[in-house]
């Protein structure tokens, strides 16, 4: 099992920056690949960004590339998520995410979410 917890949300004007962190526990954090969705009030769920194991290979959603950046440090058992450039579409609940399973690349762990609220 692991275990993620989120922090860093909050309320920002639009074209401000937010930094989200998640810290692991439980497992060898390393083992893991690691994600962040978001979900906005009366949508799915929908990928932001991922990283791999070692930090090396990042992909991000089209819509956050260029404003966002995930990043990990393995000492410390945690995922950052930094955002800049805010707009109001990207008010959602952010979700960590974390899996181990290389043929399926599902993500099987994830936190309990923060709120990030833009305003325009």
């Known amino acids: 099992q692991v275990q993620l917890v989120e922090s860093g949300g909050g309320l920002v004007q639009a074209g401000g920056s937010l930094r989200l962190s998640c810290a692991a526990s439980?497992?060898?954090?390393?083992?893991?690949?690691m994600a962040w969705f978001r979900q906005a009030p009366g949508k799915e769920r929908e990928f932001v960004a991922r990283?791999?194991?070692?930090?090396?290979?990042?992909n991000y959603a089209d819509s956050v590339k260029g404003r966002f950046t995930i990043s990990r440090d393995n000492a410390q058992n945690t995922v950052l998520l930094q955002m800049n450039s805010l707009k109001p579409e990207d008010t959602a609940v952010y979700y960590c995410?974390?899996?181990?399973?290389?043929?399926?690349?599902?993500?099987?762990?994830w936190g309990q979410g923060t709120q990030v609220v833009v305003s325009s």
């Open positions: 439980g497992r060898t954090f390393s083992n893991y690949y």
């Open positions: 990283i791999g194991r070692s930090g090396g290979t990042t």
């Open positions: 995410a974390a899996g181990n399973n290389d043929r399926t690349r599902r993500y099987d762990y």
